[in-house]
T-cell receptor, first 112, second 110 residues
Framework: NAGVTQTPKFQVLKTGQSMTLQCAQD?????MSWYRQDPGMGLRLIHY???????DQGEVPNGYNVSRSTTEDFPLRLLSAAPSQTSVYFC???????????FGSGTQLSVL | GNSVTQMEGPVTLSEEAFLTINCTYT??????LFWYVQYPGEGLQLLLK?????DKGSNKGFEATYRKETTSFHLEKGSVQVSDSAVYFC?????????FGTGTRLTVIP
């Protein structure tokens, strides 16, 4: 059972570079979301989607874009990376918005 | 607004000791409450949940009771094991968002 798969696991970027963090789930979940985890701040919601074609902003959306063209995939794009985006990023999905969340194993991103 | 405050760690206990991790919340409505656990190198996993006042969530020997009068959802376990070493997150859900606390790292020593 693959569950929620995130790639890459580690990434180092230079300031101003762009990249996409991939997230895929094979559970046919409608709800998908992206969190960042920073020391002393817990997890903060970046963007979420309640279904294909629908996305919305979370608590800290600035500097990130998302799209949801399929039920399975929910990529997170950094258009111009900044050192403040150094963090661990988690993708999560659930059957519905209020259901149990399943998390991926995380992407550790460093922006120099 | 919505927020979760949980006790700061780290917490270090000997095996078989009693565990309490405090969690209090602020919410505009009637949220559902959760405890998630993160083992080293992994994503978060749901440990237990409660959806209304006075509900008790339980799993793997852990328990937490939704106390509306004190806006609390403290996590307890009567006898911890080395395998319980992890980071524990309290969270509340309102509408489509899940709000997490800062996490409490628990280390259990043999």
């Amino acid at each position: 059972n693959a569950g929620v798969t995130q790639t890459p696991k580690f990434q180092v970027l230079k300031t101003g570079q762009s990249m996409t963090l991939q997230c895929a789930q094979d559970m046919n979940h409608e709800y998908m979301s992206w969190y960042r985890q920073d020391p002393g701040m817990g997890l903060r919601l970046i963007h979420y989607s309640v279904g294909a074609g629908i996305t919305d902003q979370g608590e800290v959306p600035n500097g990130y874009n998302v799209s949801r063209s399929t039920t399975e995939d929910f990529p997170l794009r950094l258009l111009s990376a900044a050192p403040s985006q150094t963090s661990v990023y988690f993708c999560a999905s659930s059957r519905g918005a209020g259901e149990k969340l399943f998390f991926g194993s995380g992407t550790q991103l460093s922006v120099l | 607004g919505n927020s979760v405050t949980q006790m700061e760690g780290p917490v270090t206990l000997s095996e078989e000791a009693f565990l309490t991790i405090n969690c209090t919340y602020t919410a505009t409505g009637y949220p559902s409450l959760f405890w998630y656990v993160q083992y080293p190198g992994e994503g978060l996993q749901l440990l237990l949940k409660a959806t209304k006042a006075d509900d008790k969530g339980s799993n793997k020997g852990f328990e937490a009771t939704y106390r509306k009068e004190t806006t609390s959802f403290h996590l307890e376990k009567g006898s911890v094991q080395v395998s319980d070493s992890a980071v524990y997150f309290c969270a509340l859900r309102e509408a489509n968002n899940l709000f997490f606390g800062t996490g409490t790292r628990l280390t259990v020593i043999p």
